[in-house]
């Protein structure tokens, strides 16, 4: 049966298989189980009912076209990193990147001229917002006195 047939009329009695192929391609196909065996093509394929991950409410298994049992995805080699590690290592490779193109010409005076730069643009702009703030609250004082008449 086609695929659209089993996922549409089949569907509660369907499982997905997805098949990954040696040239790198992978197929997902909706297929109705005989007893503990689906078959794709000429491939039989068995399933179980501990290798299998529910998407969308549908057993869902993976297989390798040279395996007739399912792939665990879970507890196949994996790599020992976790994606925080990942991120971490990544960011710290840029920033060490980053610092080995600046030659590692680390003047302490330039380094200060700079932060001394950026606190006085940071504390003039604190001292801009408080500025403009009190006149918008004196201006909506003024107005709330005009309007209730005290």
Do not use: C
């Amino acid at each position: 049966m086609s695929n659209f047939i089993v996922k549409t009329f089949y569907r509660s009695k369907a499982v997905k298989a997805i098949i990954t192929y040696p040239d790198k391609r992978v197929k997902t196909f909706w297929v109705v189980p005989k007893g503990h065996t689906i078959t794709i093509g000429n491939n039989s394929f068995n399933i179980n009912k501990e290798d299998f991950y529910l998407q969308k409410g549908i057993p869902t298994y993976f297989y390798n076209t040279n395996n007739t049992e399912p792939v665990n995805v879970i507890t196949e080699a994996q790599s020992k990193i976790t994606p925080d590690d990942y991120n971490v290592a990544i960011s710290s490779a840029v920033a060490r990147e980053i610092f080995e193109t600046s030659g590692g010409n680390k003047n302490p005076g330039l380094i200060s001229l700079i932060f001394s730069i950026l606190a006085t643009a940071l504390s003039g702009g604190a001292v801009y917002l408080v500025v403009e703030l009190t006149k918008k609250v004196d201006q909506i004082t003024e107005w709330l006195k005009v309007i209730l008449g005290v």
